[in-house]
């Protein structure tokens, strides 16, 4: 039997597993994030290993008799190659909404699969790291309508200090990839790789 182990504390990454019809466990981590890599690829998937690897830990012991697969997972938006990640203040929400309206930007998803197989010594340990890339094209923003938005609390815990699924959808112009990858986790590519190790 696999069990499901997600890395996270995000309710949109949640939702996302859910409606991939996984159940899961979730295993928040607790760890500083330590950045030791440059390019916004290379940042999320050290950042999802490091969180899988933390949860990897807890449950090498718990459950010795299954097969166990760690979900880490790290988002993040670059604007010409500057990493973006939650804002600070209202203040500093205000300036990345401004740099990023009227243009179009990135966002990285790392995924870092983490498997504990059954009995530990059948299987081993594998580990499977990764990341997509979504292009976002936002629509022009005053900043009257940037200080509404950044007003209703909603980009404070949200890398690029903006939520494509919320309020800010009405200034989304187009996508050129994966919209949940925008929302936290690439879903599609997640169950694809399960799909392939007959994990799912």
């Not at 950045?35 to 690897?53: F, Q, R």
């Not at 976002?136 to 609390?153: C, E, K, L, R, S």
């Amino acid at each position: 039997m696999v069990k499901y182990v997600l890395a996270s504390g995000s309710p949109r990454r949640w939702a996302l597993l859910e409606q991939a019809g996984l159940s899961f466990e979730i295993c928040r981590a607790q760890g500083e994030e330590i950045i030791t890599k440059e390019s916004p690829a290379e940042i999320v998937e050290e950042l999802s290993y490091n969180k899988a690897s933390e949860a990897a830990e807890q449950y090498l012991k718990k459950y010795k008799n299954d097969t166990v697969v760690i979900i880490g997972a790290d988002t993040i938006v670059a604007f010409q190659d500057e990493v973006m990640g939650k804002p600070k203040d209202t203040a500093d929400a205000v300036a990345m909404l401004t740099r990023l309206q009227g243009n179009t930007h990135q966002v990285y998803t790392g995924v870092t699969l983490i498997v504990l197989g059954e009995g530990q010594e059948k299987r081993g340990r594998e580990v499977i790291t990764f990341h997509e890339r979504t292009d976002v094209h936002m629509y022009p923003m005053t900043p009257g309508q940037i200080a509404a938005y950044v007003a209703t609390g909603e980009p404070m815990d949200k890398a690029g200090a903006y939520a494509i699924q919320g309020k800010c959808a009405v200034y989304i112009r187009g996508i050129n990839g994966d919209y949940n990858n925008v929302v936290g986790l690439p879903v599609a590519r997640l169950m694809h790789e399960l799909f392939e190790r007959q994990l799912a």
